[in-house]
C-alpha cells in the first residue's frame, strides 16, 4: 500500500464527510438565518427559540435526503471493501 493509495482513500472519505454533512448543514444554516431575521425584525432576543425550527429542518432534511446519503454512504463503504485486495496485494 503506497502513500499515494492512502492519501486517495483519505480525499475520498473526506469528500464523502463533507458530502454528507452539506445537506443537513444547509438546512439548519438557512432556517437559523431565517429565524435570526424574525428575531431581528421583531426585537425578540431569546437565544433558544432557534432551536426547535432547527431540529425540525434537520429532521425533515433527513427524511428527504437520508436514502441517498445512506445509499453513498454504502457505496463507499462497499467500494472500500472490495478494494481490500488490492491494497494489500
Known amino acids: 500500500m503506497t ?3 492512502v492519501l486517495q482513500i483519505g480525499t475520498d472519505a473526506l469528500f464523502l ?3 454528507l454533512a452539506a445537506p443537513l448543514l444547509l438546512s439548519a444554516l438557512t432556517v437559523g438565518l431565517i429565524v435570526g431575521v424574525f428575531q ?6 431569546e437565544q433558544t427559540l432557534s432551536f426547535i425550527p432547527k431540529l425540525g ?4 432534511a433527513l427524511i428527504v435526503m437520508g436514502s ?3 445509499q453513498r454512504w454504502v457505496s463507499f463503504t462497499e467500494d472500500l471493501f472490495m478494494q481490500i485486495p ?4
Open 40 to 45: 431581528a425584525a421583531t426585537q425578540i432576543q
Open 17 to 19: 464527510i463533507v458530502s
Open 68 to 70: 441517498w446519503l445512506l
Open 3 to 5: 502513500e499515494d493509495m
Open 86 to 89: 488490492n491494497l494489500i496485494g
Open 57 to 60: 429542518a434537520l429532521v425533515i
